[in-house]
């Protein structure tokens, strides 16, 4: 780490940002795997799930307008200027145009180009429709400055689900809305868009750092609230030849990490609410990542309690986070070399965590 990249950490993280992630990049890797002879750094800003949710006419729920806005403030705040922005998923509750639209109006304030990962919540109304009109396709990849991006749809269904006879579309979104929904579908990224990723990935040589951004988790948590992607081990087959890959998610509502292989996972938060780890809520199986530590839940009389915000360190294709929480202790969650996957530098002695809660 060089001075001017420590100072900008330091500065940034002053400046309380909210729901950012931002990153740098020092070179070896890149210089090795594309002779390039000039060290670049970049950073850039990540926002997600906001669940703005129509009420009638102009009238929004104020605190979910309030979270995003406050995450545009602050990225618009931020120095250095971070490369781009992207926002990862559920910008609308119910997928109405008057939802998409009115969040597209808000983040028409950021300074910088978005990409934007399309959300269960932004897609089960119209199956996309008005999503894909306004903003453009909802799979793509780009290069930046020596890293492949790439963003997928990961909320995409069976086809005999989508197509059931619903008494209304909007009978279809809610019912993917809820949690503990028997009627419900698990995710899939699936078979053509796999086909695209295979074909996108061809070109890419394996020690390119490898940035992969969905909204539903590549990895099976808790099926129950579709913390979970049915295909996701094929899609982690296909990351593996790679040196260094990085997930990063949304639609979690946590802060959640962890290491299968090659791939780093990490969520990002909402600026929309907190949602309750499965393991200590639903009491039933599930496969919270080991490394993960639970935060303490959030204060149900401080309404940005449980959201926060993401600092991303891309170090040769690790990733250190420190998620800040406005009424938690902020942690840091840094890629430890000897173990060989992130470990949560601030928690991980038993003694010094705060337990979480139990039940809800
Ligand atoms: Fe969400
Ligand atoms: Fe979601």
């Known amino acids: 780490m ?9 500065e940034f993280l002053k400046r309380g940002s909210a729901l950012i992630a931002a990153g740098w990049l020092p ?7 594309f002779g390039k002879t000039q060290a670049e750094s970049f950073t850039f800003a990540y926002i997600s ?3 703005l949710t129509h009420i009638k006419g102009n009238n929004f729920v104020r605190n979910w307008d ?3 806005t406050r995450a545009i403030a602050e990225a618009n705040l931020l120095t250095p200027r971070p490369d781009f922005i992207l926002y990862g998923g559920d910008i609308a509750q119910l997928g109405t145009p008057e939802e998409i639209d009115h969040g597209l109006d808000l983040l028409g304030a950021l300074r910088g180009d978005v990409h934007y990962v399309m959300g269960e919540h932004d897609y089960y109304l119209d199956l996309g429709e008005h999503w894909r009109k306004r903003i453009g ?3 793509y990849s780009f290069d930046h400055k020596g890293v492949h991006f790439v963003v997928l749809n990961s909320i995409l269904t069976h086809d005999d689900w989508i197509h059931k006879k619903w008494d209304s579309p909007m009978h ?5 809305a809820r949690l503990d929904n028997p009627q419900g579908s698990p995710f899939l990224v699936g078979d053509p868009q796999r086909e695209w990723l295979r074909k996108d990935l061809e070109k890419i040589s394996k020690d390119t750092p490898l940035v992969v951004v969905s909204h539903s988790p590549l990895q099976k948590i808790y099926k129950g609230w579709n913390f979970w992607t049915d295909d996701a081990e094929q899609i982690q087959a296909m990351l593996k030849p790679f040196d260094k890959v990085t997930v990063l998610y949304g639609h979690v509502h946590q802060i959640q990490y962890n290491q299968i292989d090659n791939i780093s996972f990490h969520s990002v938060m909402a600026t929309a609410w907190p949602w309750p780890y499965p393991s200590t809520f639903a009491q039933e199986a599930s496969y919270m990542p080991k490394l993960t530590v639970e935060i ?3 204060d149900p009389f401080f309404e940005r309690d449980g959201t926060g915000w993401q600092f991303i360190n891309m170090h040769t294709g690790d990733v250190d986070v420190h998620d800040a929480l406005p009424d938690n202790r902020n942690r840091v969650v840094a890629f430890d ?3 060989g996957h992130p470990v949560d530098a601030r928690y991980q002695a038993e003694a010094n965590r705060i337990p979480p809660m139990k039940h809800f």
Do not use: C, I, Q, W
């Open 337 to 339: 070399e000897k173990k």
């Open 2 to 10: 060089n001075r001017k990249n420590h100072f900008n950490r330091r």
């Open 27 to 33: 070179l070896s890797l890149v210089e090795v795997a």
């Open 66 to 68: 309030r979270g995003l």
């Open 49 to 51: 799930d906001s669940h």
């Open 296 to 298: 303490n839940r959030a």
């Open 137 to 139: 396709p909802d799979h």
């Open 172 to 176: 279809r979104m809610k019912e993917m």
